[in-house]
């Protein structure tokens, strides 16, 4: 059974930067899209950015773009989420999702992943 394992996340001031990390266990790695989303309570869990298996293709949302960086290690079965420049209106549970898939592209609904983490409560605030 695939798990996931979020980490890295916390309370960090309004312009700050935290990196958020998603280890995989259970299978290889480099065979599944890693999507990340994020919660707010009562809220749809919103995509944020995706990889492709291989790494060489990446999604990111408008709201995030330039300031997020999705990246990928498969050597360490880990996935990343670079986050500079936090608004507290980002503040939610951040989730990494997968899906196995070789495709060159990958998506950011939620319909799209099959395996979820735990998440990871990130809390932007002064």
């Known amino acids: 059974q695939l798990q996931l394992v979020e980490s890295g996340g916390g309370l960090v001031q309004p312009g700050g930067s935290l990196t958020l990390s998603c280890v995989v266990s259970?299978?290889?790695?480099?065979?599944?899209?890693i999507g990340w989303f994020r919660q707010v309570p009562g809220q749809d869990r919103e995509g944020v950015s995706c990889i492709t298996s291989s790494g060489n293709n990446t999604n990111l949302g408008d709201s995030v773009k330039g300031r997020f960086t999705i990246s990928r290690d498969n050597h360490k079965n880990t996935a990343y989420l670079r986050m500079n420049g936090l608004k507290p209106e980002e503040t939610a549970v951040y989730y990494c999702a997968a899906v196995l898939s070789l495709a060159a592209s990958c998506g950011t609904l939620r319909t799209e992943y099959n395996y979820w983490g735990q998440g990871t409560q990130v809390t932007v605030a002064s």
């Open positions: 259970g299978f290889n790695a480099a065979y599944y899209a």
